[in-house]
């Protein structure tokens, strides 16, 4: 199997920007947590699920792993409209990290 990269490793700033942009106009359009969530005894589960529907505040560093949210096909076109602007520069990237 070959090296493996961090998608935010191929990005630059800007566009790590444009991934969290996209990213926090989707949470923002997800519901709130089901009321089960709510009532989990274990503080830490029910903490991380409620900690994934929070803006993304902070940018985007080069090491962190970006789980693309989706509820319907509206964020799955802003996904689709913004991948194709990205992946020049991603498949640069890799192309100068593989030599």
């Known amino acids: 199997m070959g090296p493996g990269f961090r998608f ?3 990005l630059d700033d800007e566009g ?4 969290r ?8 359009r997800m ?4 009321a089960r969530v ?7 589960t029910r903490g991380w699920y409620l900690a994934q529907g929070r ?9 962190h792993d970006i789980w693309f ?3 319907d096909e509206h964020d799955l076109d802003a996904w689709f409209r913004l991948l194709p602007m990205l992946l020049p520069g991603v498949l640069d990237a ?5 030599g």
């Open 38 to 44: 709510l009532r989990m005894p274990d503080d830490r």
């Open 55 to 63: 803006p993304v505040a902070a940018a985007y560093s080069p090491d």
């Open 69 to 71: 949210r989706y509820r």
């Open 94 to 98: 890799v192309s100068l990290r593989l």
């Open 31 to 34: 519901p709130p947590a089901p």
């Open 8 to 10: 935010c490793q191929l």
């Open 21 to 28: 942009a996209v990213q926090n106009a989707v949470i923002r």
């Open 16 to 19: 790590r920007e444009h991934v």
